[in-house]
């Protein structure tokens, strides 16, 4: 039930899926600031994220993912990175992987989860072919967006068939690297997270 979740996964859980949980976060509040709307983005989505592996657990964002999060407008602070649970994935509406390995592991986690788990540059893609003009109409309000979100899924999930996702839906791992390889793997996020947004909440307004 309300608010639509999304719960995005990578391997570590301080450099992807961070930057992919607080750019959704960011790209929604835009999207309600420009319409007008008083509505609480937390109370219409829960972007959060985990990591197939708990090493990092415990730790904050990786400073260059934390850059690429600020320059774009979201914010890093209180990030806590934290190993995958099942129940994570029960609790979520959509799953958004980095990687097909780490939509591999969520579906191994988790079968029933397949239908909704995707990779994320997979989701993007799809996301431009699914017809959108059979969705519950948007309202700011918890229910609907909720509603919308569900339909959402599944419109993308039918536009997927059978069709596993491909090389290019990867996200490259930047851990390690600099600032610039950061940067092209924020942009690739917010090439799926944005449309995201905007087809949960198209012309919103108060």
């Known amino acids: 039930m309300p608010p639509f979740t999304v719960?995005?996964?990578?391997?570590g859980n301080i450099c992807r899926s961070p930057m992919a949980e607080r750019l959704l976060d960011r790209a929604v509040r835009e999207r309600l600031a420009?319409?007008?709307?008083?509505?609480?983005?937390?109370e219409l989505l829960h972007s959060h994220s985990a990591g197939t592996g708990g090493w990092h657990a415990g730790e904050?964002?990786?400073?260059?993912?934390?850059?690429?999060v600020r320059a774009r407008g979201g914010e890093p602070n209180g990030f806590v990175a934290r190993?995958?649970?099942?129940?994570?994935?029960?609790?979520?509406d959509l799953v958004l992987t980095a990687t097909a390995d780490q939509q591999e592991?969520?579906?191994?986690?988790?079968?029933?989860?397949a239908a909704r788990t995707f990779v994320l540059g997979e989701f993007g893609r799809l996301l431009g072919t699914a017809?959108?003009?059979?969705?519950?109409?948007?309202?700011p309000t918890p229910d609907a967006v909720?509603?919308?979100?569900?339909?959402?899924?599944?419109?993308?999930?039918?536009?997927?068939g059978s069709s596993p996702a491909v090389a290019a839906d990867d996200l490259d791992d930047p851990w390690g690297r600099g600032d610039q390889a950061f940067a092209?793997?924020?942009?690739?996020?917010?090439?799926?997270?944005?449309?995201?947004?905007?087809a949960l909440l198209p012309e919103v307004t108060a």
């Open 105 to 113: 592991y969520v579906v191994a986690l988790r079968p029933d989860a």
């Open 83 to 92: 190993k995958l649970r099942s129940d994570l994935i029960d609790a979520a």
């Open 34 to 42: 420009k319409g007008g709307t008083a509505a609480p983005a937390e």
């Open 7 to 11: 719960l995005h996964v990578c391997m």
């Open 131 to 139: 017809d959108l003009s059979t969705l519950p109409a948007v309202e």
């Open 60 to 68: 904050e964002m990786n400073p260059p993912a934390a850059r690429q």
């Open 146 to 160: 909720y509603a919308r979100g569900v339909a959402l899924v599944e419109a993308v999930n039918a536009a997927r």
């Open 184 to 198: 092209r793997v924020a942009d690739e996020i917010e090439d799926t997270v944005d449309p995201l947004a905007r």
